[in-house]
Structure formats: C-alpha cells, structure tokens
C-alpha cells in the first residue's frame, strides 16, 4: 500500500509528518487529510491568530499530491466594540 505524509501549515508554522500512514490510494488519503484539516481548524482557528490551517499531503517520493485548506473569516455587521 501507498505511504502518504500530511504536513500541517498554520499560519506561520509548518510542521512535516515524519511518520506517515499508509492508504489504498490517493483518493482515501484526500478523504483522511480533509477529515484531519476539520477536526484541527475546529480545535485551534477560534482561539488562534492564524485564520487558515492547510493540511499538504506527499507521497513516498516526496511529491507533493494534494492540498486540503480549512480558514475562517469572522466578519462583523454590528456596532462597533466599544473600548473600556
């Protein structure tokens, strides 16, 4: 079976996947990497400054296969936060 390595960009932050996980194909590989990118955008964007969290999945040659992006935009329509 395939070895896919998912590397993690958090705003300034890259952190590569040493290990990897083995997987049937690149179409399971992208599902996992989409479910991993949910899973850690809904932990960290709320209480984080980066905006954005991108899972970059890589083969076993090291050849970059596919990117998954998870981002967050809070845009505010009411009053302005008044400073105490």
Same mark, same amino acid.
């Given at each position: 079976m395939p070895r896919y390595y998912f590397d993690? $960009?958090?705003?300034? %932050?890259f952190a590569p996947d040493k290990d990897g996980q083995?997987?049937?194909?690149?179409?399971?590989?992208?599902?996992?990497?989409?479910c991993t990118a949910a899973q850690i955008g809904r932990e960290r964007l709320p209480a984080s400054e980066a905006r954005e969290i991108t899972i970059e999945v890589r083969d076993e040659h090291g050849q970059q296969m596919l990117?998954? %992006?998870?981002?967050? !935009?809070? !845009? $505010? !329509?009411?009053?302005?936060?008044?400073? %105490?």
């Open positions: 993690l $960009r958090e705003g300034e %932050t083995e997987f049937a194909d690149l179409d399971s590989a992208e599902y996992e990497a989409a990117a998954v %992006t998870v981002s967050m !935009t809070i !845009t $505010r !329509t009411g009053p302005a936060r008044e400073d %105490t």
